[in-house]
């Protein structure tokens, strides 16, 4: 194409071109999922995305958790806009940056030191880092249906080979691609199965470096530790000389102010928080208590990072967790809101006599067409066989067709903000009930 030729336009020819340069259409696997009606986003703002056809949606998978306040927040809009013209990075220690620790540690406790990073799967990659060096020892232990981002040593083989989730994936192979000697040191136990848990520790426990879970998992749908199950985990990493690292990447500032950790009264040696923690601008961050942070504040482990920490980031951190300091019942609101939702989208399920897996934390919903009754919540094989993926996704697409945008995997979560009025969510059972009447 010269500069001539007038660039296509509509869902079709924009991804058609998309993925004649772009692998897969686009930068994420989990965007290029070649099951659904083309969706070429032009613009979000507040709870809404726009094709480039002009077509209107409610969307609520709202970029993966990030928009708290809804896209385009006007307040941390302008002050990112404001930042960009006075020097977005310049590699050198900035004036905001300890603002931005302070609100951090003063929401999160356990973070007293942080350090920031571009990508939950860096920051997670440094804080397993930072454990080993700390235990020296190099065995993490994981969970099944969590996700940690797709680092060599993180990663399971099933969730590469099908972004759409329909084989979720139980199995410890590495991706395609990846050192599979980087999963040697990794194990990955039954969700909420305590007796698993004591049994590998009794066996193994002094080899492990870090625990690691989404403390309230959201990866597998969303999936609540049950009750005594991480104070468990906390016990068996410390009476083992292990750390636990909380991966709040989802939960963090989104299932209350101060992230899991406070809402369920856990205190871990090592958190990870990004998404609403930069409200849609790309930054993370790993912290802990200073003795654990230490071998990075004496620079003998190491981190780094061109763009870590860059100025427009850290504005983004600096005037979101301010906006959450000064909004205290958005949490309370939000946990109303999608209470109300959550109720109504059952009552529609139940009218259409069609099986459902519905959970939820606070203001992260997960959907789940199932083929039959469920068999238990607690663990990931019952939160997740059942599923009716052929189901799920032709009702994906209905809704797509009547307005409503959310993750054809049933595995991803929906997220609502609280730019979602009660009016929208009214129109997201609709919709939802229109799909599921048609079949
Ligand atoms: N941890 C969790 C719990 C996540 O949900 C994600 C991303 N969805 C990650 C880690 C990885 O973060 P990123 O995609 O920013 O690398």
């Given amino acids: 194409m010269n500069a001539t030729t007038p660039r296509p336009s509509g869902n079709e020819a924009l991804l058609t071109a998309a993925r004649a340069v772009i692998a897969g259409g686009g930068s994420s696997n989990m965007r290029n999922l070649g099951i659904q009606d083309p969706l070429v986003v032009d613009r979000a703002m ?8 002009g077509n209107e949606l409610i969307d609520v998978n709202m970029g993966y958790g990030p928009h708290l ?3 385009a927040d006007a307040e941390v809009v302008e002050a990112v806009s404001e930042r960009l013209h006075l020097g977005a990075m ?4 900035h004036r905001l940056d300890a603002q931005a620790g302070e609100l951090i540690g003063a929401l999160m406790p356990s973070m007293e030191q942080v350090r920031f990073a571009n990508s939950g799967t860096e920051a997670i990659t440094s804080a397993i880092r930072l454990a080993r060096f700390h235990t020296k020892r190099t065995l993490i232990v994981t969970f099944e249906g969590h996700y940690h981002g797709w680092s060599d040593t993180l990663l399971r083989g099933a969730i590469t080979a099908d972004s759409t989730g329909q084989h979720g994936g139980t199995e410890l192979h590495a991706a395609p691609g990846t050192n599979p000697e980087a999963l040697w040191h990794t194990v990955q136990l039954p969700w909420n199965d305590s007796d698993a ?10 080899e492990v470096a870090a625990v690691i879970c989404e403390p309230i ?10 009750p005594g199950y991480l104070e468990q ?15 709040e990447v989802i939960t963090g500032f989104r299932v209350s102010r101060g992230g899991a950790q406070e809402l369920l009264g856990i205190r871990p040696d090592i958190s990870v928080i990004s998404k609403v923690l930069g409200g849609g601008f790309p930054v993370a961050a790993f912290g802990a208590g200073r003795e654990i942070m230490g071998p990075l504040a004496r620079n003998e482990a190491f981190h780094g990072g061109v763009y870590s920490g860059n100025h427009a980031a850290v504005q983004a951190v ?4 301010g906006k959450i300091q000064r909004s205290p019942s958005v949490y309370t609101d939000l946990e109303e809101s999608c209470s109300h939702l959550e109720k109504k989208l059952r009552d529609r399920f139940a009218e259409a006599g069609r099986p459902v897996r519905i959970a939820r934390a606070g203001s992260v919903l997960s959907v789940a067409v199932l083929s039959g009754p469920q068999t238990g919540p607690e663990a990931y094989d019952a939160a997740t066989d059942t599923i009716d993926f052929a189901a799920h996704r032709r009702l994906q697409r209905h809704c797509q067709r009547g307005g409503l945008y959310f993750h054809p995997n049933p595995l991803e979560p929906w ?12 129109r997201i059972v609709d919709v939802v009930a229109r799909g599921l009447r048609a079949g």
């Fill in 90 to 93: 310049t590699g050198i220690v």
């Fill in 46 to 53: 507040g709870a809404r995305v726009w094709d480039v056809e």
């Fill in 318 to 321: 600096v005037s979101m967790l």
């Fill in 415 to 426: 997220f609502l903000s609280s730019a979602h009025s009660r009016a929208d969510m009214d």
């Fill in 197 to 206: 848990l004591a049994r590998f520790f009794a066996e193994r426990g002094v």
């Fill in 217 to 226: 998992c959201a990866n597998a749908g969303v999936v609540h530790p049950l």
């Fill in 69 to 71: 306040f809804g896209y």
């Fill in 233 to 247: 985990m906390g016990e068996l990493a410390a009476a083992n000389g292990a750390l636990l690292v909380f991966d």
